[in-house]
């Protein structure tokens, strides 16, 4: 026997369709298919433009500058056997890219921003020096911890954070 009650209570409640009457639908927002809204802006200038990686990933890429073999790659390394004598396999490996900034070559898709040239008019570094020593087992003028060496050997601690003083 098939179950003949209704599971709602009588006063049945609305829904997101039902409350506002019936949904119109929204039209399409693309009209052309992907294949051909690939070549209409903004669309075609972000798949004609390469990046440097995808360049490097292409089977037509030649880059002259690249070790072809292992002499090559141990030729332009930076290790110089006078200077740095019985260095390890891996650091008479390191190339110029990896060290240093002036090798010449574009690794990444960034702009280097310069640094700022430093102008004397900023504010230096001030050094506060005390006419007076003062004594190490003193807390005045100490740096708020809450391990200080007046307090339990520096182990105590407030429940808010804070340190004991005496």
Not at 12 to 36: I, S
Not at 47 to 63: E, F
Not at 82 to 110: A, P, S, W
Request: aromatic share 10%; glycine share 4%.
């Amino acid at each position: 026997m098939p179950f003949q009650r209704d599971p709602f209570p009588f006063p049945r409640f609305e829904n997101d369709a039902t409350f506002t009457g019936e949904k119109k639908h929204k039209k399409m927002l693309y009209t052309k298919p992907a294949h051909l809204a690939q070549n209409d802006q903004p669309w075609s200038r972000l798949n004609d433009s390469a990046t440097l990686n995808s360049l490097r990933r292409n089977v037509l890429y030649y880059d002259e500058e690249a070790p072809r073999d292992s002499l090559d790659l141990h030729l332009k390394a930076m290790y110089d056997q006078h200077v740095e004598f019985l260095k390890n396999k891996k650091q008479t490996l390191y190339q110029r890219e990896t060290l240093t900034e002036d090798h010449g070559r574009i690794l990444k898709n960034r702009v280097r921003a310069e640094p700022p040239e430093d102008d004397g008019d900023r504010e230096r570094m001030k050094v506060s020096s005390s006419s007076q020593k003062s004594s190490i087992h003193s807390i005045e003028c100490a740096i708020e911890s809450h391990h200080n060496a007046s307090t339990n050997r520096g182990y105590s601690r407030k429940h808010d954070g804070g340190f004991y003083s005496t």
